[in-house]
């Protein structure tokens, strides 16, 4: 798993479409500009036109260099993906399937990220996503009180995580099997507030936070 790199002051945030595509995608790849710019054939000033003003508009050419130095495609750098479920290209011909130990579930979705949570209703359950962080070892995420993820809470529940690359027909995935509750104490509340990486995507007054223990650990993943 590649360590995200924190944006720094003299590496100002992207604010067009493609450059944040391209700044995120380096990040993942622990890559700096300059290394992407030797890797693509370009100069780091043109890369940081690319990635800092939202009219830039390079040529295929550009793109596919770019695509190739970022191990990705065309289509994901541009956005054309933004509306398709991950998954969409071909099996790959030499593909390997592995199992992964529980210290390598921890570590692919330690931090945080987006994952799917399993809960159960009146009807059958019910798979949601939603936006987490990983604390002291625990699954937490904040929601609304009678809200569906809020049913997780004094239950046994699943919790996926995945990654899937269309570009090399590659990817992993975990599920987490653990008990979920409600975290009541101010005190833990306040400091989960504090260790969150990001307000809910959903937005909203989303005041409940709930904690799941992982117990169980399982997961795969498929190589070139």
């Given at each position: 798993?590649?360590?995200?790199?924190?944006?720094?002051?003299?590496?100002?945030?992207?604010?067009?479409?493609?450059?944040?595509?391209?700044?995120?995608?380096?990040?993942?790849?622990?890559?700096?500009?300059?290394?992407?710019?030797?890797?693509?054939?370009?100069?780091?000033?043109?890369?940081?036109?690319?990635e800092?003003q939202p009219?830039?508009?390079?040529?295929?050419?550009?793109?596919?260099?770019?695509?190739?130095?970022?191990?990705?495609?065309?289509?994901?750098?541009?956005?054309?993906?933004?509306?398709?479920?991950?998954?969409?290209?071909?099996?790959?011909?030499?593909?390997?399937?592995?199992?992964?130990?529980?210290?390598?579930?921890?570590?692919l979705?330690?931090?945080?990220?987006?994952?799917?949570?399993?809960?159960?209703?009146?009807?059958?359950?019910?798979?949601?996503?939603?936006?987490?962080?990983?604390?002291?070892?625990?699954?937490?995420?904040?929601t609304?009180?009678?809200?569906?993820?809020?049913?997780?809470?004094?239950?046994?529940?699943?919790f996926?995580?995945?990654?899937?690359?269309?570009?090399?027909?590659?990817?992993?995935?975990?599920?987490?099997?653990?008990?979920?509750?409600?975290?009541?104490?101010?005190?833990?509340?306040?400091?989960?507030?504090?260790?969150?990486?990001?307000?809910?995507?959903?937005?909203?007054?989303?005041?409940?936070?709930?904690?799941?223990?992982?117990?169980?650990?399982?997961?795969r993943?498929?190589?070139?």
């Open positions: 798993m590649t360590e995200q790199i924190p944006w720094t002051a003299a590496e100002p945030l992207p604010v067009g479409d493609l450059g944040r595509r391209l700044a995120l995608r380096r990040t993942r790849l622990g890559l700096s500009r300059e290394e992407t710019a030797a890797r693509a054939g370009m100069a780091p000033s043109y890369l940081r036109f690319l800092e009219v830039a508009a390079p040529g295929i050419g550009a793109l596919m260099r770019l695509a190739g130095a970022l191990q990705t495609t065309v289509t994901e750098l541009t956005g054309g993906d933004a509306e398709r479920p991950p998954g969409p290209g071909r099996a790959a011909r030499h593909a390997e399937f592995s199992e992964l130990t529980a210290d390598q579930c921890r570590a979705f330690s931090s945080h990220g987006v994952g799917h949570l399993a809960v159960p209703t009146a009807t059958g359950p019910v798979v949601v996503p939603v936006n987490y962080t990983v604390v002291d070892g625990a699954i937490v995420f904040r609304a009180p009678g809200a569906t993820p809020a049913l997780a809470a004094g239950c046994q529940v699943a996926e995580v995945d990654r899937v690359d269309d570009a090399f027909s590659s990817g992993w995935s975990v599920l987490v099997r653990g008990y979920a509750k409600a975290v009541t104490d101010l005190a833990e509340v306040r400091r989960l507030d504090e260790r969150a990486y990001s307000a809910p995507w959903a937005g909203g007054p989303r005041t409940l936070w709930i904690r799941i223990e992982p117990r169980v650990l399982s997961g993943r498929i190589t070139v």
